[in-house]
C-alpha cells in the first residue's frame, strides 16, 4: 500500500488548525478540563490526527505557550518593552489564564520547570542582548544590572498577564509609561 506523499505547506496548515482549536478549547475550559473528547470537538480532528503531530495535551499545551512566550520575546527583541508588554495588552484574557494551571503543573514537576526555563535559549540570549544594547544607548538604567532588569521586565510582564486573565482593569498607556519611567536612565 503506497501513501499519498503530503506537501509540507498541508502539514503546517494542519498544526495551525491544530493549535488554534487547542487554543480555544484550553482558553474556555482551562488545561485540567480540556479532555482529548474536547479537542477533537473544538478542533475537529479524530485524536489520530491531533496526537500524530503532538504526542500528548500537555506537548500541544507546551507549543502554544512556548509560541506565545517567543511571539512576547520576538516583540521586546524587535521593539522593546512597549512591543512586548503589546502582547499581552493584546492577547485573549482566556487563554492567558491558563497559564496559571501550567504553573502549577510547573511547579510540582522540576523536569518540566527545567525544559521551560531553557525552551528558547537564542531568543533569550538576543533579548539580553536588546537589554544591553538598551543601557549602552541610554533608553535603560544602567546603574542596576542586566539581570535585575531583566527579572523587573518578566515580572511586569506576570503582572499584566495576572491583570488580563482576571479581565481586571488596566490602562495600557499611564501603566506602560509608568514602566517606562521605573526603567528610564537617572539623570
Do not use: C
Request: charged share 30%.
Amino acid at each position: 500500500m503506497t501513501v499519498p506523499k503530503v506537501s509540507e505547506a498541508h502539514l503546517e496548515r494542519r498544526r495551525e488548525q491544530i493549535l488554534d482549536g487547542a487554543r480555544s478549547a484550553f482558553a474556555r475550559w482551562g488545561y485540567q478540563g480540556t479532555t482529548v473528547a474536547r479537542l477533537e470537538e473544538e478542533i475537529g480532528l479524530s485524536r489520530g490526527a491531533i496526537f500524530h503531530y503532538f504526542p500528548s495535551k500537555w506537548e500541544l499545551f507546551w507549543a502554544l505557550a512556548t509560541r506565545d512566550q517567543s511571539r512576547a520575546l520576538e516583540a521586546f527583541v524587535a521593539g522593546g518593552l512597549d512591543a512586548m508588554l503589546g502582547v499581552f495588552f493584546d492577547g485573549d484574557p482566556a487563554w492567558l489564564g491558563v497559564y496559571f494551571e501550567a504553573i502549577g503543573i510547573l511547579a510540582r514537576d522540576k523536569e518540566q520547570f527545567e525544559r521551560w526555563i531553557n525552551r528558547t535559549p537564542e531568543l533569550v540570549r538576543q533579548a539580553q542582548e536588546r537589554i544591553e544594547q538598551m543601557q549602552a544607548d541610554g533608553e535603560l538604567r544602567d546603574d542596576v544590572a542586566l539581570e535585575d532588569i531583566s527579572r523587573f521586565i518578566g515580572i511586569v510582564a506576570d503582572g499584566v498577564v495576572i491583570r488580563r486573565a482576571f479581565a481586571l482593569d488596566l490602562d495600557q498607556e499611564p501603566f506602560v509609561r509608568l514602566v517606562r519611567d521605573a526603567l528610564a536612565p537617572r539623570k
